[in-house]
């Protein structure tokens, strides 16, 4: 079975970091952070799309030993598809895990006493209402990606793409008043269902999946300028 990039995506505190050590056991599973690579004081958007080309191109190393990657982190599918390395994938499978906004903000507070002020909190607020709404709808606000983002992201691959694509394939898991043991077996399932996918030739988001095909969204929406 060709192996399969899993990328889990969520605003802080969604619980990603939690879940994702749970799986550190499944079989031929390899599991990391993006943060890992060390993030720089000045870090900003262009460091972030460099940075995950640096991790795809991690992977295509990890999958050419046959080996699945589970990777956490704050980049959306958009980002993802549109990094250089993203073509060379064998298979890529996405997951937003989220937490209601009040939920979010006091496991904040428990984890950061005293840290936050309200300009931060609404800043985190407002990132994880956009990835809901990115996860629903490619035409969602793609500027908050493409504004001032790395030059050699490709965002051409997907930018026409309407909701009801099967390319546009995010599983949303919400984390709201679930223990993280629960939320790892979850998470446990969506990588058997991608990997079964990717066994049987279902996976959406396969080699080829660049390749420009008819639309199969609905031609009667317009695109969201909120």
């Known amino acids: 079975m060709a192996p399969v990039l899993l990328t889990i995506a969520g605003s802080s505190c969604s619980g990603k970091t939690t ?9 031929r599973l390899v599991v990391h952070d993006f943060d890992e690579v060390g993030v720089p004081s000045a870090a900003d958007i262009r460091w972030r799309q460099r940075s995950m080309d640096v991790w795809l191109r991690r992977v295509v190393a990890y999958q050419d030993d046959g080996l699945d990657v589970l990777l956490t982190g704050q980049s959306p599918l958009g980002e993802v598809l549109a990094t250089p390395s993203a073509v060379h994938l064998n298979g890529i499978a996405a997951c937003l895990l989220d937490v209601a906004d009040n939920e979010r903000l006091r496991r904040l507070e428990h984890r950061d006493p005293g840290r936050w002020q309200p300009q931060g909190l609404q800043s985190l607020i407002g990132w994880a209402r956009w990835h809901r709404a990115h996860a629903a709808d490619p035409r969602y606000r793609p ?27 995010v599983t949303i898991i919400d984390t709201t008043g679930q223990p993280a043991e629960q939320t790892a077996l979850t998470i446990q399932r969506w990588i058997a269902q991608a990997r079964a996918k990717q066994a049987n030739g279902q996976l959406a988001l396969a080699p080829g999946w660049a390749t420009p095909s008819p639309p199969t969204g609905r031609r009667d929406e317009h695109p969201t300028t909120a």
Do not use: I, K, N
């Open 143 to 169: 500027d908050v990606l493409t504004a001032g983002g790395w030059e050699h992201m490709q965002w051409a691959r997907w930018c026409t793409w309407l909701p009801g694509d099967p390319r546009w394939d």
């Open 19 to 27: 879940a994702a050590r749970a799986c550190a056991g499944v079989s």
